[in-house]
């Protein structure tokens, strides 16, 4: 089992650039894909990239590609979001989040079997 921590969120204006961090303890991350998710209160939770098992097929939803990226650094355990040009409509709590299946980057909220707590991000207009 693989325990999952965030951290790097914060309040930022209009444009500025964050970078996520969830660094694993229990297992390596380099045994599962990994995924990065969203909620701002009153939605659904959303799949914003996703990284496959190997690190060498990466995946985002529409809105954020071109400004987001997604990595892994095996050594330190860690996978990172990168978060340029950021949006007013960015602004909620970003979980981290590690599933077993090793085919493709996966997309899907069902398919992730371990979850970190969060970071939350702000995005002031």
């Known amino acids: 089992q693989v325990q999952l921590v965030e951290s790097g969120g914060g309040l930022v204006q209009t444009g500025a650039s964050l970078r996520l961090s969830c660094t694993a303890s229990g297992r390596s991350i380099s045994t599962y894909a990994m995924g990065w998710f969203r909620q701002a209160p009153g939605n659904e939770r959303e799949v914003v990239a996703a990284?496959?098992?190997?690190?060498?097929?990466?995946d985002y939803i529409n809105s954020v590609k071109g400004r987001f990226t997604i990595s892994l650094d095996n050594a330190k355990n860690t996978v990172y979001l990168e978060m340029k040009s950021l949006r007013p409509e960015d602004t909620a709590l970003y979980y981290c989040?590690?599933?077993?299946?090793?085919?493709?980057?996966?997309?899907?909220?069902?398919?992730?079997?371990?979850w970190g707590q969060g970071t939350q991000v702000t995005v002031s207009s």
């Open positions: 989040a590690a599933s077993r299946i090793r085919a493709y980057p996966v997309m899907k909220f069902g398919e992730y079997d371990y």
């Open positions: 990284i496959r098992f190997g690190g060498r097929v990466t």
